[in-house]
């Protein structure tokens, strides 16, 4: 029987690595560069090989007869300035140094190098400084340091990330300033968040998972449409959760207790287990978590304190079947419930205070089940995934402002607003092995979405809290259907071309029933479909030391859509909004220096954006989409990475972008914003973190973070609101042993009180202005424990 491994989330399962090194192969290698003869190698052997060109000179030995990898390799490299490891099952590095006479079996990384994680995002198991897409990985342990527990709380630690701050379940991630507007609509989201194999969001803001018991967190930046189609127009998040262990029996509890100045406490309980069930064949992993994040806000209009309480709650399970080392099965099982009993804006003047005459809750609820089925064999390798998503979100506003409009009867008013989202998806590619001078991807993928969104204008009056007298039922169904590929070819040592694409269709049906008690009922009825291709060229050389510098064409899509709702229907020219497009010219290198201690990425791009599809509200507060204009966007972002041999590690990141927007949409607004709503043309992060023994075994981390955000506008309206200018603050000093752990950490340990986010409640935009601030200064612990 094979011997176990833990799989990565879309590569292939071949065995142990000390299987992967013992199997005897065929092995024919004639005198020639050592770059070339290592790539024979890995061709002859099936296994990915990263880093060849690291191995400068020539092999001037023979290679013909039947031995093992570990073999192999140490005869080539014997006397070559250069070494080998395997990384992962099936994967082996080659690096700068003295030379490799025996099998290196995998370590972790160093804690905070950039690029020495596997990632993938490109659907294949790479190494990020081999690719020619901007990616960045975060791994657990470097998420654990930090204390990221969530999408927005890891923002800092990527370049080019950010996230709204609307509040928990409300958020909309955003890459390399790319923004389509800062509120959550109809459009499709801009980033495509993806929870292994599985994409998670539609047009819904992001769910926030928890980050519990994963292996990394995984961003790519810049279009994506050539592998993952529509939705990724700016980028990919993808969350990496932990697969079972076939050979372990593991535990790990973490509790956390917090102070908030002015607010209520916080805490939270998480766990995950680990148990292989039938030998090395069967094994499962649970994960569960719950959370209370404490309120800071009152409402002195309801006489209610701490009002924006926060309870996140949810579970994991995933079942690993690996009967042999060709074949693997795997389920997973998850689902979350978080709820906010208010909003989180306030108003200018009053300190953590605001006035508004209803409760504001929102509530997001995601379930998914998702079945991902992996076949190795000769030179290819099937991967098919089938997951179904369903996904339930929904706020009420105080709408009293714009009730005249509807009602004369009512005291106050409600808005009340839920989409109930229900995706099937079914993706399927195939995938060449090892390391020839062609490698080539070929997939099939299809999803069925089919979301209800019902909204409600409901008066309150005294003994009588929702009169219905206004309301839209909205029923969509989109169903993608897609073929796409790629292929990379080794033209010359050091240089890879590669051009890949996908050619999709998309069909939409919208059906509409509104209800008025002012006004006659109308409903309609309405399909459109789009068909296009995406797709994306790069050129890239890596040079003798490891580094690489690469160029590449990429293009993002949307299908457009059509509006409803409104107690009087909208004018023909916001009847509808069409597809846009991004296009992205993107220039990137990546190195490391000083024997791997100093890493820096950077990337110059320029992107064309056209018909910029946006949620907007209209003057009475209902939701419709409209196409902006066009913006042309200028950016670089970079990211350098140091680590000492005395225990210091420094991360920084920043992006720089100019925006120049053309074509406005003079029915959206005459005053057009020259940038995006929500992207300040400057963000950056820094981390810092010191490790040394403290006594015993136990280890000391002192990790301190910062993260500016830039100024920037809530809407493409230049005459609408600022915000932004601010920097979020962390402190932590951490003990870590054997089996059990102790964290102190300070949230804001200035008490800055900086505008997040100059949006609330899209029924009161005009008359007073609302502001997002920062959690006050909080203090917290953690505690945990592990078998």
């Known amino acids: 029987m094979a011997a176990a491994v833990t799989c990565g989330v879309v590569v292939?399962?071949?065995?142990?690595?000390?299987?992967?090194?013992?199997?005897?192969?065929?092995?024919?290698?004639?005198?020639?560069?050592?770059?070339?003869?290592?790539?024979?190698?890995?061709?002859?052997?099936?296994?990915?090989?990263?880093?060849?060109?690291?191995?400068?000179?020539?092999?001037?030995?023979?290679?013909?007869?039947?031995?093992?990898?570990?073999?192999?390799?140490?005869?080539?490299?014997?006397?070559?300035?250069?070494?080998?490891?395997?990384?992962?099952?099936?994967?082996?590095?080659?690096?700068?140094?003295?030379?490799?006479?025996?099998?290196?079996?995998?370590?972790?990384?160093?804690?905070?190098?950039?690029?020495?994680?596997?990632?993938?995002?490109?659907?294949?198991?790479?190494?990020?400084?081999?690719?020619?897409?901007?990616?960045?990985?975060?791994?657990?342990?470097?998420?654990?340091?930090?204390?990221?527990?969530?999408?927005?709380?890891?923002?800092?630690?990527?370049?080019?990330?950010?996230?709204?701050?609307?509040?928990?379940?409300?958020?909309?991630?955003?890459?390399?300033?790319?923004?389509?507007?800062?509120?959550?609509?109809?459009?499709?989201?801009?980033?495509?968040t993806y929870l292994d194999d599985l994409p998670v969001n539609y047009n819904a803001p992001d769910p926030d998972f928890r980050l519990v018991d994963i292996e990394r967190v995984e961003v790519a930046r810049g279009p994506q449409g050539a592998l993952y189609g529509a939705g990724s127009i700016a980028g990919i998040y993808r969350i990496v959760s932990r697969k079972p262990d076939l050979n372990d029996i593991s535990a790990e509890l973490r509790t956390t207790g917090a102070l908030t100045e002015s607010g209520a406490s916080s805490y939270a309980i998480e766990g995950h287990g680990n148990y292989p069930i039938w030998g090395d064949v069967l094994g499962a992993r649970v994960a569960a978590y719950q959370e209370i994040q404490g309120g800071y806000l009152d409402d002195v209009g309801q006489d209610r304190s701490n009002v924006d309480r926060t309870e996140r709650r949810g579970a994991r399970l995933i079942l690993l079947f690996q009967p042999n080392a060709d074949w693997m099965l795997s389920g997973t099982v998850a689902g979350q419930h978080l709820r906010s009993e208010d909003t989180h804006y306030t108003t200018p003047g009053l300190r953590l205070k605001r006035s508004v005459r209803i409760p504001e809750p929102h509530v997001n609820d995601i379930a998914l089940a998702t079945v991902t089925v992996r076949r190795s064999w000769g030179g290819a390798e099937l991967n098919l995934s089938t997951g179904y998503v369903r996904h339930a979100y929904g706020s009420l506003y105080d709408a009293t402002a714009t009730q005249s409009l509807y009602t004369d009867f009512a005291r106050t008013s409600a808005y009340s607003e839920r989409t109930r989202t229900k995706m099937l998806v079914q993706d399927v590619f195939l995938t060449s092995r090892g390391a020839g001078r062609l490698e080539w991807l070929?997939?099939?993928?299809?999803?069925?979405?089919?979301?209800?969104?019902?909204?409600?204008?409901?008066?309150?009056?005294?003994?009588?809290?929702?009169?219905?007298?206004?309301?839209?039922?909205?029923?969509?169904?989109?169903?993608?259907?897609?073929?796409?590929?790629?292929?990379?070819?080794?033209?010359?040592?050091?240089?890879?071309?590669?051009?890949?694409?996908?050619?999709?269709?998309?069909?939409?049906?919208?059906?509409s029933d509104v209800v008025s008690e002012r006004f006659a009922p109308r409903g309609f009825d309405r399909q459109i479909n789009f068909t296009g291709f995406s797709p994306k060229v790069s050129l890239q050389y890596e040079f003798a030391t490891g580094a690489l510098v690469y160029g590449v064409i990429s293009e993002g899509y949307r299908a457009g859509g059509v509006n409803s709702g409104g107690a009087l229907p909208l004018p023909a020219q916001r009847e509808a909004y069409t597809p846009d497009r991004l296009l992205n010219y993107e220039l990137g290198l990546k190195s490391d220096w000083l024997d791997h201690r100093l890493a820096l990425n950077g990337a110059l791009f320029y992107a064309h954006w056209k018909d910029i599809q946006t949620d907007q509200f209209r003057p009475s507060g209902i939701p419709y989409t409209t196409n902006a204009g066009d913006a042309h966007i200028v950016g670089v972002e970079t990211e350098v990475a140091w680590r000492t041999d005395w225990g210091l590690t420094a991360q920084l990141n920043g992006r720089f972008s100019r925006v120049r927007t053309t074509k406005g949409n003079l029915d959206l607004t005459p005053n057009l914003v020259n940038g995006l709503p929500g992207a300040p043309p400057i963000s950056a992060g820094a981390l810092l973190s010191y490790e040394r023994p403290a006594f015993g075994d136990w280890n000391l981390r002192l990790v301190g973070q910062a993260t500016y955000i830039g100024r920037s506008r809530v809407s493409f309206d230049a005459a609408q609101s600022s915000m932004g200018n601010y920097t979020r603050t962390k402190l932590s000093a951490e003990l870590t042993g054997k089996h059990f752990g102790v964290q102190i950490y300070m949230i804001n340990p200035l008490d800055a009180r900086g505008d997040t986010f100059a949006f609330g409640n899209p029924f009161n935009p005009d008359q007073t202005r609302q502001i997002t601030p920062q959690r006050p200064r909080t203090v917290g612990m953690t505690i945990s424990a592990a078998i």
């Open 442 to 511: 070929a997939g099939l993928y299809g999803s069925d979405t089919r979301t209800q969104s019902p909204t409600e204008f409901l008066a309150q009056v005294p003994r009588a809290p929702n009169i219905l007298v206004y309301g839209d039922d909205r029923r969509d169904h989109i169903r993608e259907m897609a073929a796409y590929g790629e292929a990379s070819w080794r033209v010359a040592p050091g240089w890879t071309a590669a051009i890949g694409g996908r050619v999709f269709r998309i069909e939409t049906r919208t059906q």
């Open 12 to 192: 292939a399962c071949f065995g142990s690595s000390a299987e992967a090194a013992a199997s005897r192969i065929l092995f024919k290698v004639e005198p020639q560069a050592y770059s070339e003869a290592l790539l024979d190698i890995a061709q002859q052997a099936n296994i990915t090989l990263i880093g060849a060109a690291a191995c400068p000179g020539q092999f001037r030995g023979r290679l013909d007869g039947s031995m093992t990898l570990e073999q192999a390799l140490s005869q080539v490299l014997s006397g070559a300035p250069c070494t080998w490891r395997l990384i992962a099952p099936a994967a082996v590095e080659i690096s700068p140094g003295a030379s490799s006479t025996a099998v290196e079996m995998v370590r972790p990384a160093p804690p905070v190098t950039v690029g020495e994680l596997l990632v993938t995002a490109t659907k294949r198991i790479r190494n990020p400084r081999e690719l020619a897409v901007a990616v960045t990985a975060i791994p657990r342990n470097e998420l654990d340091a930090a204390g990221a527990t969530d999408a927005g709380e890891a923002a800092g630690q990527l370049a080019g990330v950010l996230a709204t701050n609307l509040g928990p379940g409300r958020n909309k991630l955003l890459l390399r300033g790319l923004s389509d507007g800062a509120y959550t609509g109809r459009a499709r989201s801009v980033v495509a």
